[in-house]
């Protein structure tokens, strides 16, 4: 028997080392900070750090770096009891770097059969999908066919009992061995399944081929109630809640680091979800739209470390003192 959480989600973990100095290169870089990675990963540290009770499903290798994460993991609050310990594999890592134009560059260090923890996960592990209120994946936990099966059947179970579902797209196209209009299909095969998709502006006109409103419309026929489109940055953020649409401002603050903006983002509007708990309309969406937003400029604006990220009340103290552009 699963104790209750707020919400479940799944994906990888890795060890992530950037330059310590900002707009430093890989090539130049004599010294590195040493963090926790992963997309679904920086979701979790930011829920954590928000209050929200989040168990996450996820494999590491059964050495050092493995130890490392479950440490940091607990450290944060976060449920780690269906984290796996995979024997003979070592914990992926990644080299990240930011240059000074804010271009970003990722190294991955992956071995197959010796660096792919991930690919142990069973049927058993995603039975822990059935403690939560929100079952959250993204589109790092479908690539691999085997666990897409596993997460579609999870996707599928949650909603039939009445759980929420939330689909957070952060698609990396180069990292899929398949044509374009394959992971196109298995894009709005995974936001069919889900109550609430989170995706940007690109991944919109990626998917159904056509660009803000009328994009948002072509994802909400596949069956979410609630979509929400950022423009990382550059434009306003759109919500559709049914038939409603409303458009959020961003925040523009001074980018100090900015992997993971969308991640933070995406867990911003989680929490402000969460609090209300009941049936949220398009005013509630647009107030949790901006906290997610004010989330994840806080984020970009400081470092790559999780233990930088804000806690709830500083979210809220930062919101009344920054206005949106």
């Known amino acids: ?53 989040v168990r996450f499903i996820t494999a590491v290798g059964d050495d050092d770096f493995g130890a490392f994460l479950i440490d940091e993991l607990a450290a944060f609050g976060v449920d780690a009891g269906a984290v796996r310990r ?39 592990d995603l039975a822990a999908v059935d403690s939560g209120t929100i079952f959250d994946f993204s589109e790092g936990s479908i690539r691999d066919a085997g666990l897409r099966a596993l997460v579609f059947t999870a996707a599928r179970r949650a909603r039939h009992e009445g759980r929420t579902v939330l689909y957070a797209v ?3 196209r180069s990292s899929w061995r398949l044509p374009e209009d394959e992971i196109a299909a298995i894009q709005r095969e995974a936001m069919g ?12 006109a990626f998917v159904t081929g056509q660009q803000s409103d009328a994009g948002l419309r072509a994802v909400q026929r596949l069956g979410p109630r609630v979509v929400v489109m950022t423009c990382g940055g550059d434009g306003d953020i759109l919500v559709r809640v049914g038939e409603e649409r409303a458009a959020v401002p961003p925040f523009v603050v001074p980018v100090v680091y900015d992997v993971g903006a969308g991640d933070t983002f995406h867990a911003g509007l989680v929490a402000a979800a969460l609090r209300n708990r009941g049936h949220m309309g398009i005013i509630e969406w647009v107030e949790a739209v901006r906290f997610a937003a004010a989330t994840a400029a806080i984020r970009v604006s400081t470092s790559a470390d999780p233990h930088d990220l804000p806690t709830a009340d500083v979210v809220t103290a930062w919101m009344t003192q920054h206005a949106a552009a």
């Open 170 to 172: 952060n698609l990396r």
């Open 193 to 204: 399944l889900a109550d609430i998709v989170v995706l940007n502006a690109e991944e919109t």
């Open 1 to 53: 028997m699963h104790t209750a959480v707020d919400l479940v989600t799944i994906g990888s973990l890795f060890i992530e080392m950037t330059p310590t100095t900002p707009g430093e290169s890989l090539s130049t870089a004599h010294q590195y900070t040493l963090v926790a990675g992963g997309g679904a990963a920086n979701v979790v540290f930011a829920l954590a750090r928000l209050g929200v009770h």
């Open 86 to 124: 995979v024997p003979g594999q070592l914990t992926p890592v990644t080299f990240c770097s930011i240059d000074r134009q804010g271009g970003k560059r990722f190294r991955f260090y992956r071995f197959p059969d010796h660096c792919s923890p991930m690919q142990a996960l069973s049927a058993d």
